[in-house]
Structures are given as structure tokens and as C-alpha cells.
């Protein structure tokens, strides 16, 4: 599947500790006649020749197997003849694809079940290992990435009070650690990783609603905190105030003007005020 450029979705893939495994060198090697029974074969029984070419596109490698022995990687475009009887050329796509790995459930360092969707951007760049060393490259680079997903998720919080790392704040950190480790673990099948990001992350629905009416607490605390800070200090202000300009006033005084301010600002509802009289 063709995609657009990744940098657009993420940051591009760290530079991997393991060796990216490639293509030897492209040999000469006779695709009509390579053994003496090849074209024994293909003698006696000429009609196996009608399908012997194949077209070799552009972003696309050929496997090269003669009798079931590696021979070579055929990377340059065109049509090529080969014999059939001994041959067997498997044509390889070498665009960058991507692998989606939409609503995965997973644990975070607390324990919270996490909702995540990850895209990975990859291609193939060793065709003999990719296409020799695993069974179906395209499954085994979506199991990776799940495995690779999972483990990455779990060494960080979904949210940190304490404003240290966290799956919620920490995107460019997440995305160049996951598209490091899971290149490590695809180097050897050949597969070059270009970017391997998290397109969404959400609590479970199960712990959902609880913890949004925890970060509704939090925000509610965090809110009164500002106010009776703010209460404090105009009530500070106003007796300072009245003092600068010559007004005497008792403690008790001032206690009663600190407890009106305090109780008009920080209720909730307005306040009604009301006079002693005499």
C-alpha cells in the first residue's frame, strides 16, 4: 500500500543499534540455462516456456531461487526470461507501506487499562532475508509491532501528576523509542522502519468514567486553590489598604472584614448581606 511521506505523522525513525540486514551484491547468473537439467527439462518439454518472462516494476526486487538454492536479487526494472524448469522468481514489492494497529488494549506503568492505536511505516530493503527468513513478512512486522507497542506502553503512566513523562505528554519521546526498538527487532527479515507512531490513546472504556470524574476532582481542587489563594491576598490588600490612609481598626476588626471577604469571594453563590441594627 502506497503512503505519503511519514515525516508528516511523526518523528523519523532512530538510527538502530542491530544491523539492518541487505541484499548481497547482485550477481550474473543464467536464468535460461542454469544446471544441465534445467535445460534438459525444459527440451523435452518445450510448452513450459510460454510462461517463462516476467516484468520486474519499478519499487519492485525479484527473489532469484534455483532449485530451491538462493542465487541472486534482481532490483533493476524490465522484463525478464527465465527457465521454469529449476527457476523460481518471486517478484517483491520494496515500497514503503504502513500497518495499522487500531483500538489495542493495554496496561500502563499503574496498571490502568489504556486504549491505544499505533500506524508503522516500513519497507523492505533486504528482499532474501524478508522473503527467506520469516514466514510472512507482512504478519510478522504486525506482531512485532504489537509486542513492541506493548512493551513501550507499559514503562510509562498514562498521565503524571507530578508533570514527569507520561504517554499523554510525551509523543516525540514514544514515537523515536518504538520505531528504535521495533527496528532492532526487524533488522534481521531486512525491513527498514521509517516511523512507528500512536495516533490515539484513551482509557479502557471499563475505567473511563471514573477517571474522568477524578480529573474533574483534581481540576475542582486546583480551581479552589486559586481562589482562596486570590481571597487571601485581596483581603491582605484591602486591611493594608485602610491602614496606609489613618483607618484604626481592632483585631477583632480585622478578623471580621478577612472572614466577610473570605465568604463573599470564595461561595459559590452570591452572597446576602445583612446589617445589625442598633
Same mark, same amino acid.
Given at each position: 500500500?502506497?503512503?505519503?511521506?511519514?515525516?508528516?505523522?511523526?518523528?523519523?525513525?532512530?538510527?538502530?543499534?542491530?544491523?539492518?540486514?541487505?541484499?548481497?551484491?547482485?550477481?550474473?547468473?543464467?536464468?535460461?540455462?542454469?544446471?544441465?537439467?534445467?535445460?534438459?527439462?525444459?527440451?523435452?518439454?518445450?510448452?513450459?516456456?510460454?510462461?517463462?518472462?516476467?516484468?520486474?516494476?519499478?519499487?519492485?526486487?525479484?527473489? $532469484?531461487?534455483?532449485?530451491?538454492?538462493?542465487?541472486?536479487?534482481?532490483?533493476?526494472?524490465?522484463?525478464?526470461?527465465?527457465?521454469?524448469?529449476?527457476?523460481?522468481?518471486?517478484?517483491?514489492? $520494496? *515500497?514503503?507501506?504502513?500497518?495499522?494497529?487500531?483500538?489495542?488494549?493495554?496496561?500502563?506503568?499503574?496498571?490502568?487499562?489504556?486504549?491505544?492505536?499505533?500506524?508503522?511505516?516500513?519497507?523492505?530493503?533486504?528482499?532474501?532475508?524478508?522473503?527467506?527468513?520469516?514466514?510472512?513478512?507482512?504478519?510478522? @512486522? #504486525?506482531?512485532?509491532?504489537?509486542?513492541?507497542?506493548?512493551?513501550? @506502553?507499559?514503562?510509562?503512566?498514562?498521565?503524571?501528576?507530578?508533570?514527569? #513523562?507520561?504517554?499523554?505528554?510525551?509523543?516525540?519521546?514514544?514515537?523515536?523509542?518504538?520505531?528504535?526498538?521495533?527496528?532492532? =527487532?526487524?533488522?534481521?527479515?531486512?525491513? *527498514? $522502519?521509517?516511523?512507528?507512531?500512536?495516533?490515539?490513546?484513551?482509557?479502557?472504556?471499563?475505567?473511563?468514567?471514573?477517571?474522568?470524574? =477524578?480529573?474533574?476532582?483534581?481540576?475542582?481542587?486546583?480551581?479552589?486553590?486559586?481562589?482562596?489563594?486570590?481571597?487571601?491576598?485581596?483581603?491582605?490588600?484591602?486591611?493594608?489598604?485602610?491602614?496606609?490612609?489613618? $483607618?484604626?481598626?481592632?483585631?477583632?476588626?480585622?478578623?471580621?472584614?478577612?472572614?466577610?471577604?473570605?465568604? @463573599?469571594?470564595?461561595?459559590?453563590?452570591?452572597?446576602?448581606?445583612?446589617?445589625?441594627?442598633?
Amino acid at each position: 500500500m502506497n503512503t505519503p511521506n511519514p515525516v508528516v505523522y511523526g518523528a523519523e525513525a532512530m538510527a538502530s543499534k542491530a544491523l539492518l540486514v541487505e541484499d548481497p551484491p547482485e550477481k550474473a547468473a543464467s536464468l535460461c540455462c542454469p544446471t544441465f537439467l534445467s535445460c534438459f527439462l525444459s527440451c523435452i518439454c518445450p510448452w513450459v516456456w510460454l510462461g517463462a518472462c516476467k516484468t520486474v516494476n519499478e519499487k519492485e526486487a525479484a527473489l $532469484v531461487l534455483t532449485w530451491g538454492k538462493f542465487t541472486t536479487v534482481k532490483k533493476k526494472p524490465g522484463l525478464f526470461c527465465f527457465n521454469p524448469c529449476g527457476i523460481e522468481f518471486q517478484v517483491v514489492s $520494496v *515500497k514503503q507501506r504502513t500497518t495499522d494497529l487500531p483500538g489495542v488494549k493495554l496496561l500502563d506503568l499503574k496498571g490502568n487499562p489504556v486504549v491505544v492505536s499505533g500506524v508503522v511505516f516500513w519497507q523492505i530493503q533486504g528482499v532474501k532475508a524478508a522473503s527467506l527468513d520469516v514466514e510472512n513478512v507482512y504478519q510478522y @512486522v #504486525h506482531t512485532t509491532a504489537l509486542a513492541t507497542l506493548k512493551q513501550v @506502553v507499559s514503562k510509562y503512566p498514562y498521565e503524571d501528576d507530578e508533570g514527569g #513523562h507520561s504517554l499523554k505528554t510525551e509523543a516525540a519521546t514514544l514515537s523515536a523509542e518504538l520505531s528504535e526498538t521495533l527496528q532492532q =527487532r526487524l533488522a534481521h527479515c531486512g525491513v *527498514k $522502519v521509517i516511523a512507528f507512531n500512536m495516533t490515539d490513546l484513551s482509557y479502557a472504556p471499563e475505567i473511563a468514567q471514573a477517571m474522568l470524574v =477524578r480529573q474533574q476532582a483534581e481540576a475542582m481542587v486546583k480551581a479552589r486553590k486559586l481562589i482562596v489563594k486570590g481571597a487571601v491576598d485581596i483581603s491582605e490588600g484591602a486591611i493594608n489598604q485602610l491602614e496606609s490612609k489613618g $483607618v484604626k481598626m481592632s483585631e477583632t476588626e480585622k478578623t471580621k472584614i478577612v472572614t466577610n471577604l473570605l465568604t @463573599v469571594i470564595c461561595g459559590e453563590s452570591g452572597a446576602q448581606p445583612t446589617v445589625a441594627l442598633q
